[in-house]
């Protein structure tokens, strides 16, 4: 089993970052992973991607042009990767910022107001981590929990930002598992 | 019967393949007297430049490294830094240092490496057979200028130590002459001291020396003399640009140019 | 030791670490800055000694200084960055000294781009700089196999004295792995290096030099190099064949670093929906290249595709080691366009 996720969106909205917490969590499951950045002039602004692949057996090309998964959370990364998926694919959308759909029926959608979600738990910043939580509320390749424990390691040093970080998590994690897909 | 003059133990005892008149022997002669004085042969390493000095590895008397054109102050810089407790010189000329080599050595001089380097300007390139340096005097006939150097075209001669002296990083800069046995003196101070800064481990140390090069010159050793003093000495005066605050009683024998010139 | 998730040019920084390196010498380059940045954090907690350099032209000399007094010596670099390298490297390899060189190639030629490219292949191979001289190069296709090869550059480099350089492309600099580390090396059991230049305290002095002006020397030096090289090819060729253990292959495919991986990729796609025979070989040591080996798996194939993130560097050196008995196709793409492993397998299908 293998799974492929690509994780888009502008730079700076923390989209490497949900890509590394799910290797990191991969990683202490035993699992085989590999976390590649799209790297290059777009630290700020412009779209940034990460693909992580998660798997039994070790690795193959950590470069994937039809991934099973794509968290998207900017127009332009939807436009970019809905196209890409494979067939029954899933879509998490980030409906805050993107208010087009995918005109594929061939793929799974999830869309979540991942920064109002934020918003709302007082933490605009961690619009990321509800979309990472409901990506795992759908396709849980690893248990929320070790993703749990991956957060807690990663805000080791900035132990102020933790308990938002975790909330904003399992909030998309349960919205996802509740299926509240906003239309 | 006591011998009153040798080889210093820094030189090999070789006859070197330098023309009559040119200076570099003398100054070798500084180099070593100064290592000898100070004790620190056996844990000193010289890199030789490309240049009419390429071949210095065989004359001094320690350990060596050929470097690649301007290259010597990042091979110092990288010696030094991998054994601090070393001392690392560099012998360059004008076309190696002020041409090819101008980055290696505004930035050693700025990192402030505790290398000490010898650099010979005689105003051409003598290696490759007389063409034009970026220290080559205005007005001054090379192979490669053969109208004399046209400031409007090639810019004018590069004073180096000046230039070196805007750095703000602390530094022992000198500049001195080879061409009369007092500017000999002088120099050989100078050269004492930079190296003396180093084995301290105070700053990074540059002593410019004026040389004459009669062959490519076109000029007797007489007339190169007075070539250098009327031409060269005008346009890149002597003394110490700049000396770092050192704790300790003054040396004696320090070399005695006015400060700042 | 537990393992980590780890960027490749991080995890080659601990790796140079653990193999007794201390002693860094560099410039920021896309992409392999993470290399230098990791090292200047990482160094004062192990005594080591980072300088960033005003150019690579400068850092190769200061490797040069570095492996001339006796030290283990890094730098790392980016293909524009290691064409500026050429000349200090062309110096190290005559004067025999020791150092290890990381290229993290980019797309090229010019600028190029800042893309994974495998475009550097003969320059590594076939000549870099000036003169009679080789480099051993090693390309690993994972983060972990890029540390076990960078800890194992600085052996080789000792053992021979000559510069050893680590192939990898943009993707295995950026890419994070999980990656076991090697022990720690005691400094104390690094070789000594009677010939270093560290002062000639009670011996004649040590010369660094590669400059022979009689001819007969300068030759000498260049056949000295060449047995050097003759035995380097004798022990150190290394390569991988993956499945290619079972009868006559349909396809063999020639790919080395992370093409690798998506050559194997595209080649178990194949194999399962098209019960196409397809193995990868797939060559660690670029050179000294492994020929027989090589010529051993191609025995076994149809035909042979070599892929490559650039327009064909490689398919000479397959040519070299089929010598016509097969027919040899190519499929790459460069620039930082990277083949995928479905293009890969669209190639396999034709």
Redesign the interface.
Request: include cysteine.
């Given at each position: 089993m293998q799974t492929e996720v690509i994780m888009s969106g502008f730079g700076g909205q923390g989209l490497m970052m949900i890509g590394k917490l799910l290797a990191y969590a991969g990683l202490e499951e035993g699992k085989c992973v590999t976390w590649l950045p799209s790297y290059g002039p777009e630290m700020r602004g412009g779209t940034a991607n990460c693909t992580v692949v998660v798997g039994d057996k070790p690795v193959g090309s950590p470069l994937i042009t039809s991934p099973k998964a794509a968290v998207v959370m900017n127009q332009p990364s939807l436009e970019k990767f809905a196209p890409m998926l494979r067939k029954d694919g899933l879509l998490v959308v980030n409906s805050s910022m993107i208010p087009i759909k995918s005109d594929r029926e061939d793929i799974r959608s999830f869309r979540i107001k991942a920064n109002d979600v934020a918003a709302e738990l007082g933490n605009r910043r961690s619009a990321n981590l509800v979309m990472l939580g409901a990506y795992l509320g759908l396709d849980e390749v690893v248990s929320h929990e070790t993703l749990l424990k991956a957060i807690d390691k990663s805000f080791e040093a900035k132990k102020q930002f933790l308990e938002g970080n975790r909330k904003a998590f399992m909030q998309g994690y349960e919205r996802a598992k509740a299926g509240q897909s906003d239309e | 019967m006591k011998k009153i003059f040798g080889y210093p133990e820094s030189l090999t005892p070789s006859h070197t393949h330098y023309c009559p008149g040119c200076t570099h022997g003398t100054i070798h002669r500084l180099v070593a007297e100064s290592l000898d004085e100070l004790g620190v042969r056996e844990r000193t390493v010289g890199i030789a430049p490309v240049g009419c000095s390429v071949l210095a590895y065989n004359y001094f008397n320690c350990d060596m490294f050929e470097a690649a054109h301007g290259r010597a102050p990042a091979v110092a810089t990288g010696a030094k830094r991998c054994r601090p407790d070393l001392v690392l010189f560099t012998y360059q000329g004008d076309g190696d240092l002020a041409s090819i080599g101008t980055a290696e050595i505004i930035h050693a001089a700025n990192r402030g490496e505790k290398i000490t380097v010898i650099f010979v300007n005689n105003a051409i390139y003598g290696m490759t057979g007389g063409q034009m340096a970026p220290t080559t005097m205005p007005g001054q006939v090379t192979t490669t200028c053969p109208f004399g150097r046209n400031t409007e075209h090639e810019g004018h001669p590069i004073r180096v130590v000046e230039m070196i002296n805007t750095l703000e990083t602390p530094a022992f800069l000198a500049r001195v002459s080879s061409h009369t046995p007092l500017h000999v003196i002088e120099a050989k101070k100078a050269i004492r001291e930079a190296f003396r800064l180093q084995v301290e481990g105070v700053c990074f140390s540059m002593v410019e020396v004026l040389s004459i090069c009669p062959t490519n010159w076109g000029l007797t050793t007489a007339e190169s003399n007075k070539w250098l003093e009327e031409t060269m000495m005008p346009y890149y005066p002597l003394g110490v640009l700049k000396r770092p605050a050192v704790d300790r009683a003054p040396d004696p024998m320090a070399i005695a140019l006015p400060e700042g010139v | 030791m537990a393992?980590?998730?780890m960027k490749g040019c991080e995890a080659i920084g601990e790796a140079a670490i653990r193999a007794g390196c201390r002693?860094f010498?560099g410039y920021p380059i896309?992409?392999q800055t993470e290399v230098p940045e990791y090292l200047a954090k990482r160094f004062p907690e192990v005594g080591g000694?980072f300088?960033q350099?005003?150019?690579e032209?400068?850092?190769i000399?200061?490797?040069?200084?570095?492996?001339?007094?006796?030290?283990r010596?890094l730098t790392t670099s980016s293909s524009p960055g290691i064409s500026l390298m050429a000349?200090?490297v062309s110096?190290i390899a005559a004067c025999h000294l020791p150092i290890v060189l990381v290229n993290i190639v980019r797309a090229g030629p010019g600028l190029g781009g800042?893309?994974p490219a495998q475009s550097d292949y003969l320059q590594a191979t076939k000549g870099h700089g000036h003169g009679d001289y080789k480099l051993l190069v090693l390309a690993p296709s994972s983060v972990q196999e890029a540390v076990d090869l960078i800890y194992e550059a600085f052996d080789l480099a000792d053992q021979y004295l000559t510069p050893v350089m680590v192939m990898g492309d943009?993707?295995i600099g950026?890419?994070?792995?999980?990656v076991e580390f090697p022990e720690m090396r005691d400094l104390g059991s690094l070789p000594s290096k009677s010939w270093a230049?560290?002062?000639?305290?009670?011996r004649k002095?040590?010369?660094?030099?590669?400059?022979y002006l009689k001819e007969e020397a300068c030759n000498a030096n260049s056949w000295k190099l060449k047995e050097k090289y003759d035995e380097i090819v004798k022990k150190e060729k290394r390569s991988e064949a993956y499945a290619c253990d079972d009868g006559e292959l349909d396809v063999l495919m020639v790919a080395y670093g992370?093409m690798a991986?998506?050559c194997?990729?595209?080649a178990?796609e194949v194999r399962r929906e098209d019960k196409k025979k397809i193995g990868v070989f797939r060559p660690i040591s670029l050179w000294p290249y492994p020929y027989e080996a090589l010529a051993a798996e191609a025995r076994k194939a149809k035909r042979i595709l070599v892929v490559e993130m650039s327009t064909g560097q490689m398919v000479e050196d397959v040519q070299l080691a089929v010598l016509g008995s097969k027919p040899i196709d190519f499929y790459g793409e460069t620039g930082g366009v990277?083949p995928?492993?479905?293009?890969v397998a669209a190639k396999l299908r034709e």
């Amino acid at each position: 089993m293998q799974t492929e996720v690509i994780m888009s969106g502008f730079g700076g909205q923390g989209l490497m970052m949900i890509g590394k917490l799910l290797a990191y969590a991969g990683l202490e499951e035993g699992k085989c992973v590999t976390w590649l950045p799209s790297y290059g002039p777009e630290m700020r602004g412009g779209t940034a991607n990460c693909t992580v692949v998660v798997g039994d057996k070790p690795v193959g090309s950590p470069l994937i042009t039809s991934p099973k998964a794509a968290v998207v959370m900017n127009q332009p990364s939807l436009e970019k990767f809905a196209p890409m998926l494979r067939k029954d694919g899933l879509l998490v959308v980030n409906s805050s910022m993107i208010p087009i759909k995918s005109d594929r029926e061939d793929i799974r959608s999830f869309r979540i107001k991942a920064n109002d979600v934020a918003a709302e738990l007082g933490n605009r910043r961690s619009a990321n981590l509800v979309m990472l939580g409901a990506y795992l509320g759908l396709d849980e390749v690893v248990s929320h929990e070790t993703l749990l424990k991956a957060i807690d390691k990663s805000f080791e040093a900035k132990k102020q930002f933790l308990e938002g970080n975790r909330k904003a998590f399992m909030q998309g994690y349960e919205r996802a598992k509740a299926g509240q897909s906003d239309e | 019967m006591k011998k009153i003059f040798g080889y210093p133990e820094s030189l090999t005892p070789s006859h070197t393949h330098y023309c009559p008149g040119c200076t570099h022997g003398t100054i070798h002669r500084l180099v070593a007297e100064s290592l000898d004085e100070l004790g620190v042969r056996e844990r000193t390493v010289g890199i030789a430049p490309v240049g009419c000095s390429v071949l210095a590895y065989n004359y001094f008397n320690c350990d060596m490294f050929e470097a690649a054109h301007g290259r010597a102050p990042a091979v110092a810089t990288g010696a030094k830094r991998c054994r601090p407790d070393l001392v690392l010189f560099t012998y360059q000329g004008d076309g190696d240092l002020a041409s090819i080599g101008t980055a290696e050595i505004i930035h050693a001089a700025n990192r402030g490496e505790k290398i000490t380097v010898i650099f010979v300007n005689n105003a051409i390139y003598g290696m490759t057979g007389g063409q034009m340096a970026p220290t080559t005097m205005p007005g001054q006939v090379t192979t490669t200028c053969p109208f004399g150097r046209n400031t409007e075209h090639e810019g004018h001669p590069i004073r180096v130590v000046e230039m070196i002296n805007t750095l703000e990083t602390p530094a022992f800069l000198a500049r001195v002459s080879s061409h009369t046995p007092l500017h000999v003196i002088e120099a050989k101070k100078a050269i004492r001291e930079a190296f003396r800064l180093q084995v301290e481990g105070v700053c990074f140390s540059m002593v410019e020396v004026l040389s004459i090069c009669p062959t490519n010159w076109g000029l007797t050793t007489a007339e190169s003399n007075k070539w250098l003093e009327e031409t060269m000495m005008p346009y890149y005066p002597l003394g110490v640009l700049k000396r770092p605050a050192v704790d300790r009683a003054p040396d004696p024998m320090a070399i005695a140019l006015p400060e700042g010139v | 030791m537990a393992k980590v998730l780890m960027k490749g040019c991080e995890a080659i920084g601990e790796a140079a670490i653990r193999a007794g390196c201390r002693n860094f010498f560099g410039y920021p380059i896309t992409p392999q800055t993470e290399v230098p940045e990791y090292l200047a954090k990482r160094f004062p907690e192990v005594g080591g000694i980072f300088v960033q350099a005003e150019s690579e032209v400068a850092a190769i000399n200061m490797l040069y200084g570095g492996a001339g007094v006796g030290k283990r010596v890094l730098t790392t670099s980016s293909s524009p960055g290691i064409s500026l390298m050429a000349e200090g490297v062309s110096y190290i390899a005559a004067c025999h000294l020791p150092i290890v060189l990381v290229n993290i190639v980019r797309a090229g030629p010019g600028l190029g781009g800042i893309l994974p490219a495998q475009s550097d292949y003969l320059q590594a191979t076939k000549g870099h700089g000036h003169g009679d001289y080789k480099l051993l190069v090693l390309a690993p296709s994972s983060v972990q196999e890029a540390v076990d090869l960078i800890y194992e550059a600085f052996d080789l480099a000792d053992q021979y004295l000559t510069p050893v350089m680590v192939m990898g492309d943009g993707m295995i600099g950026q890419m994070m792995e999980p990656v076991e580390f090697p022990e720690m090396r005691d400094l104390g059991s690094l070789p000594s290096k009677s010939w270093a230049a560290t002062g000639a305290r009670g011996r004649k002095p040590n010369i660094i030099n590669s400059l022979y002006l009689k001819e007969e020397a300068c030759n000498a030096n260049s056949w000295k190099l060449k047995e050097k090289y003759d035995e380097i090819v004798k022990k150190e060729k290394r390569s991988e064949a993956y499945a290619c253990d079972d009868g006559e292959l349909d396809v063999l495919m020639v790919a080395y670093g992370t093409m690798a991986r998506i050559c194997k990729t595209a080649a178990d796609e194949v194999r399962r929906e098209d019960k196409k025979k397809i193995g990868v070989f797939r060559p660690i040591s670029l050179w000294p290249y492994p020929y027989e080996a090589l010529a051993a798996e191609a025995r076994k194939a149809k035909r042979i595709l070599v892929v490559e993130m650039s327009t064909g560097q490689m398919v000479e050196d397959v040519q070299l080691a089929v010598l016509g008995s097969k027919p040899i196709d190519f499929y790459g793409e460069t620039g930082g366009v990277v083949p995928s492993p479905d293009d890969v397998a669209a190639k396999l299908r034709e």
